[in-house]
């Protein structure tokens, strides 16, 4: 008796001390799971070393932090100068100040206009008491505001329909408790608001409220999609196996696999993020696959009138290899996720491994102890009986040859649509329109300001220099050059307000709108400035302590990464050609996040032929035959060709979501080619000629491929449900790379066989 047969035998008649000891395993692993954290902030995404990442961080001490929320007010009919509407602009403005955590509050009503009187500038808020104004007050009013370059694009819109309130705060860390206590507070000062003024509509975006509608989507998609999983799995489960009892043992299993996996996560102290949030769905995807083979093979030879023990051993027999071997293989896909450059991505790929690790454990001992000790029962198979997949083979085998040919031309045509996808990513349209964020922000970029921001901090290179007129001209060049590019809707910089205070200290003279000659009397103009102005209105945000250097914001129309690199690039050339000394790239969230998608395409590249030569490597030792691993690796290479290829014709972008979906695919859909080969090769080993193995290869494993592709692309199919881009986009392309695998596997497979495997039984 071989070494294998007594594990079985252990295994069918000590069932029940197999299912005691595994499902204390399962319990001892799974008490951990409260020590798994969540967290949504976007600097999970990137390491700690991350040049870019520290970067920022500089920009942020030099500066004050990027932490803010804008309310947008947009008058329904008519424009905002309106008593009415200027005093609901008051109230709102003075109320934020009440937000949580909150260290400034901007608006129209609160900005601090400065005029000459006389001999004296005179420094006050440009709207107090509107109530009260009288019509020539109110196109005053109007006509200040609507020619302000620091309000217009940025405050308040050119056509005065909307204004803006921006709110900046100071969080700590963790700041994820202080983003849903920021956004609830908000969320109920614009209801009473509305209700107090139906005239206006009001309107709330920004990057703190960006971070809590991250966090409602993976809380979303944790509660709602990984039930609907679990069902889908077993409603097709039961379809399929037509044994409650089956279902049942499938289920168990599941649950076994995902409590045990994130169970171990939170031993070790693990953090899930948005992007591995989705770790549990795939688990139980990918998990069922492995216990379909095993089962389906059990359940068709009791079908033959084997007794359901020997028919048990016979599965295990047949199956504990090619399982071990795709878990191996499955392991190695989602291990190769450890090239991204993002750490949740590493995350992912772990725990999914580990979660494949666990399916491979119960799957050869939990699951056939259970099985041996359920009452399941099978309707027999009648004589003469031929199954659908009999009658598949036997056509494959019949057109080998036009099925061979009509596979190579369907994918070439679809192949032509891969190079038609653009690398390129959006942030906001990471959400539908289901989340408030992304329908206020739609509405708050097309008709006041964009949420995608460059920040530069641009150095004088000594002490006080920011008055220099040199330093006032390079800076004030840049942003006029900015200013041309059509991607760009706003920018904010210093040397306007040295213009404004030259302009007022002369008597606020249009003539005088321009950057002042003299150094010490432009260092006089900002030095009285600074002390006219009130607490909490100082120019921190906008100057370094030693007034050294002066941070530039241009805030850019509704754009993707690539377009934020490429803008950056054409910054770049021009500072090098007419500033090299005052300024590096640009930086800021919007700067950060478009490098990361960009590196994290090139580092998934990268990771993905890793995992395929590995793969490869793993299957020509394996089959020891060139020829044969060779083969294998098409039905593998093509689905991901067919399934980018009509991505390309149909969508034509790929973001941070669907970078990884490659690395996924390859370590999922390796495995149903692991187990035809497996059972053809033992065919041929049996004396039969390449075509009878064929059809002997769709009898024995046709069933389990049909039941593991059904499940696996209806169960990443529920990711298209999701309101988060990333998530349905890796669904949707993961499914139809699934099952494009699944056609590949049962045509072009075993097409390619007969033509190339001709020799001798």
Known sequence: MTLLDRYINFILRYQWLVVLLATLSMLAAAVGMPGITVSSSYRVLFGEDNPHLLVFDKLQDTYSASRSALIAISAREGTVFTREALAAIEELTEAAWQTPHSIRVNSLTNYFHSEAIEDYLT?????????????????????????????????????????????????????????????????????????????????????????????????????????????????????????????????????????????????????????????????????????????????????????????????????????FLTSATTSVGFLSLNTSSSPPFHVLGNLVALGVLFTFIYSVTFLPAMFSILPIRVKPLQEGEISFFDCLGARVVAHHKLLLWSSILVVVVLATGVLRNELSDNWLHHFDDRYTFRTDTDFIIENLTGLDRL??????????????????????????????????????????????????????????????????????????????????????????????????????????????????????????????????????????????????????????ILATGLISLILILVFRNVYIGLICLVPNFVPAILAFGLWGHIVGHVGLGASVVTAIAIGIIVDDTIHFLSKYLKARRQRLSSSDAVRATFRVVGPALWATTAILTAGFLVFASSGYEPNWVLGLLVAITIFSAFVADLVLLPTLLMAIDRKSP
């Open 123 to 323: 420094i006050a808020p440009l709207v107090e008491d509107a109530a009260s104004f009288s019509d020539a007050e109110l196109d005053r009013i109007r006509t200040i505001a609507l020619n302000q370059p620091e309000l217009v694009g940025q405050l308040i819109a050119e056509d005065g329909r909307t204004v803006g309130v921006v709110i900046s705060f100071a969080l700590s860390e963790p700041e994820e408790p202080a983003w849903a206590e920021i956004s609830n507070y908000l969320e109920d000062l614009l209801n009473e608001a509305r209700a107090a003024h139906p005239d206006l509509a009001y309107f709330l975006t920004g990057n703190v409220i960006m971070n809590q509608a991250f966090t409602d989507a993976v809380q979303d998609d944790g509660e709602k999609l990984v039930p609907i999983v679990f069902l889908v799995i077993l409603v097709i489960a039961a379809l399929l196996m037509r044994s409650i009892y089956t279902t049942l043992s499938i289920a168990v299993i599941l649950l076994f696999i995902v409590l045990s996996t994130m169970g171990v996560a939170g031993w070790l102290g693990i953090m899930l993020t948005p992007v591995s949030a989705s770790v549990p769905i795939i688990i139980m995807t990918v998990g069922v696959a492995q216990a379909i083979h095993i089962v389906t093979l059990a359940l068709s030879g009791m079908r033959r009138g084997v007794e359901k023990n020997a028919a048990l051993a016979d599965s295990l027999r047949d199956n504990l290899y090619p399982v």
């Open 455 to 608: 920040e530069y901090s641009l150095s004088s290179g000594r002490e006080g220099g920011i008055t220099n007129p040199e330093y006032l001209h390079t800076v004030d060049s840049f942003a006029e050059w900015y200013r041309a590019q059509p991607e760009v809707h706003h920018v904010q910089a210093f040397p306007d307000i040295m213009k404004r205070l030259n302009e007022n200290m002369h008597g606020d003279d249009p003539a005088f709108y321009r950057i002042p000659d003299d150094p010490e009397l432009a260092a006089q103009f900002l030095l009285l400035y600074e002390f006219s102005l009130p607490f909490g209105t100082d120019l921190n945000d906008r100057m370094d302590v030693a007034k050294s250097a002066t941070r530039m914001t241009v805030v850019l129309k509704n754009t993707s990464t690539r377009d934020h690199l490429d803008i950056d690039a054409r910054a770049r050339n021009w500072l090098q050609a007419n500033a090299s000394k005052i300024a590096g790239p640009a930086s800021g969230f919007t700067m950060i996040s478009a490098h990361l998608s960009n590196q994290n395409v090139n580092s998934m590249l990268v990771g993905t």
